[in-house]
């Protein structure tokens, strides 16, 4: 890896900003190699200089992946000019080079993956990688068991081709739990409409094996660790 600014280092692993981490070195509380460091301008290697903040050794994170449970009202952008973002709920981290894996809608809710690892986003969305994703849904009236047989079976949503087998479980109270393994534009919502329904609200539950954590609020997020994202992985893409 090439060499980086101590500043930039320690802001991407600790998440605090390039200010506060003025502040830390002015204080002396980082060593390079075993040498006190104040200047937030020096290059360091991160794969082999040794860096330590308050005698601890901080270690460097190439890539960096958040489960957030998206709110609807905000966009799966990184930058808007009208409304907020799902990189706006990171407050306090630094999330420079992050985004989402593929798109909710605005008023849509759930699972999105948060990264700057773009090979697994890319291996995530790939129409041929065909990773599951699942929906709740409800909408605006029960679903007929044979239009749930429909929207199963290669629905035509006007694009050019037919959708892919679809996976659908009618659920209480106008719900229903459906999986795709496409990622085309309200994708759900125009498989619904094409059968007569309207969806109402639509919320993300799982992506491959990685599935939203109940207990995370609305707005909530938490880093995921090797053991969530390594069964994402195409393991010979990575050393
Ligand atoms: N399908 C939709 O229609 N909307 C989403 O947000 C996700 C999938």
């Given at each position: 890896m090439?060499?980086?600014?101590?500043?930039?280092?320690?802001?991407?692993t600790t998440?605090?900003s390039?200010?506060r981490?003025?502040?830390?070195?002015?204080?002396?509380?980082?060593k390079?190699?075993?040498e006190?460091?104040?200047?937030?301008?020096?290059?360091?290697?991160?794969?082999?200089?040794?860096?330590?903040?308050?005698?601890?050794a901080?270690?460097?994170e190439?890539?960096?992946y958040?489960?957030?449970?998206?709110p609807a009202?905000c966009?799966?952008?990184?930058?808007?000019?009208?409304?907020?973002?799902?990189?706006?709920?990171?407050?306090?981290?630094?999330?420079d080079?992050?985004?989402?894996v593929?798109?909710?809608?605005?008023?849509s809710?759930g699972?999105?993956l948060i990264?700057?690892?773009?090979?697994l986003?890319h291996?995530l969305l790939?129409?041929?990688?065909?990773?599951?994703k699942?929906?709740?849904?409800?909408?605006d009236?029960?679903?007929?068991?044979?239009d749930?047989?429909?929207?199963?079976?290669?629905i035509d949503?006007?694009?050019?081709?037919?959708?892919?087998?679809a996976?659908?479980e009618t659920?209480?109270?106008?719900?229903?739990?459906?999986s795709?393994?496409?990622g085309?534009?309200h994708?759900v919502?125009?498989?619904?409409a094409a059968?007569?329904?309207?969806?109402k609200?639509?919320?993300?539950?799982?992506?491959?094996?990685?599935?939203l954590d109940?207990?995370?609020?609305p707005?909530?997020y938490?880093?995921?660790s090797?053991e969530?994202i390594?069964?994402?992985?195409k393991?010979?893409?990575?050393?």
């Amino acid at each position: 890896m090439e060499n980086m600014r101590l500043d930039k280092f320690l802001s991407n692993t600790t998440g605090e900003s390039r200010s506060r981490i003025k502040e830390i070195l002015k204080a002396g509380r980082v060593k390079v190699n075993s040498e006190t460091a104040k200047d937030p301008s020096l290059k360091i290697f991160p794969d082999t200089d040794s860096v330590e903040l308050d005698s601890k050794a901080v270690v460097y994170e190439k890539f960096r992946y958040y489960m957030l449970n998206k709110p609807a009202g905000c966009v799966s952008a990184t930058k808007d000019k009208l409304s907020e973002t799902v990189l706006d709920f990171f407050r306090g981290e630094n999330m420079d080079g992050f985004f989402p894996v593929g798109r909710l809608d605005k008023d849509s809710e759930g699972l999105l993956l948060i990264t700057n690892d773009g090979m697994l986003a890319h291996n995530l969305l790939s129409p041929s990688g065909h990773v599951e994703k699942v929906y709740f849904v409800e909408l605006d009236r029960k679903l007929e068991e044979d239009d749930r047989i429909k929207i199963e079976n290669e629905i035509d949503i006007g694009d050019d081709k037919p959708c892919l087998p679809a996976k659908v479980e009618t659920k209480e109270n106008n719900t229903a739990l459906i999986s795709i393994t496409e990622g085309r534009f309200h994708q759900v919502k125009r498989m619904f409409a094409a059968a007569g329904y309207e969806v109402k609200y639509l919320k993300r539950i799982a992506m491959g094996s990685l599935f939203l954590d109940e207990k995370l609020k609305p707005g909530g997020y938490r880093k995921l660790s090797d053991e969530d994202i390594c069964p994402l992985r195409k393991k010979e893409q990575y050393g």
